[in-house]
């Protein structure tokens, strides 16, 4: 499962990306709202630091809008991938947008039905969004296990199901255990995943051992 990083925390970014485990950035318009900064300076330096997809949304409804919105976006890096709504509007962008080769991620999905419409819409990537849905007292790694049950019968779809919306390492370790072919992560969930209290005993014991005997390498 790729990794994907939630955020447009530029700082942040370099400092996973060092990690070597990030195979992407998703942003939204409220993380861009949140960093402060203008959209086209925060999507080039991330680009410049992730090689792998780097999603942008588009802030336009209509379809024309988005259009627009979608060429000044990619034209900030050959991997930035646009981010269209699951309407009406943002599939047709969608279509539009992956028939002239560019990447598309198809957000706000919330029902199996509209994951088919976005793979039907030739979406590289559908976001549906798992912490929202359990928000509201639904299932939203139900939602992750239907729709990958949908694609899997249609091996033509080429659509990548982004489990979104993550809010606990459980939710990373259960898309995995789906197959779900990306997740992407808010950097506070992605440090989660390394901490286990048995390491950091385990190590300090190793440690304390190591010095005790006075022991070193090389
Ligand atoms: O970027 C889309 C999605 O991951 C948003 O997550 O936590 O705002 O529901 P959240």
Not at 67 to 87: F, S
Not at 101 to 124: D, H, I, P, Y
Request: proline share 5%; net charge neutral; hydrophobic share 50%.
């Amino acid at each position: 499962m790729k990794f994907f990083v939630d955020t447009a925390d530029v700082a942040e970014i370099k400092l996973l990306a060092a990690s070597g485990l990030l195979d992407g950035v998703t942003t939204n318009p409220s993380l861009v709202a949140k960093s402060g900064r203008r959209m086209h300076d925060v999507i080039a330096e991330i680009c410049a630091i992730v090689p792998g997809p780097v999603s942008a949304e588009v802030a336009a409804t209509d379809y024309d809008g988005m259009m627009a919105e979608a060429r000044v976006l990619r034209a900030i890096a050959g991997n930035v991938t646009i981010k269209v709504p699951l309407t009406p509007d943002g599939l047709r962008a969608c279509r539009a947008l992956t028939s002239q080769g560019t990447m598309v991620n198809v957000t706000l999905c919330f029902s199996a039905a509209q994951a088919l419409l976005a793979a039907k819409a030739g979406a590289s990537f559908v976001s549906p969004f798992v912490g929202r849905l359990d928000d509201i007292g639904e299932d939203g790694m139900g939602l992750i296990a239907d729709i990958l049950t949908i694609f899997r019968h249609y091996p033509a779809l080429t659509t990548e199901v982004l489990v979104a919306s993550v809010r606990s390492p459980a939710h990373v370790v259960v898309a995995a255990k789906l197959g779900a072919h990306v997740a992407t992560i808010p950097p506070a969930v992605l440090r989660q995943l390394f901490a286990h209290p048995l390491t950091d005993k385990g190590l300090a014991a190793f440690l304390a051992d190591w010095a005790k005997a006075g022991l070193s390498i090389g």
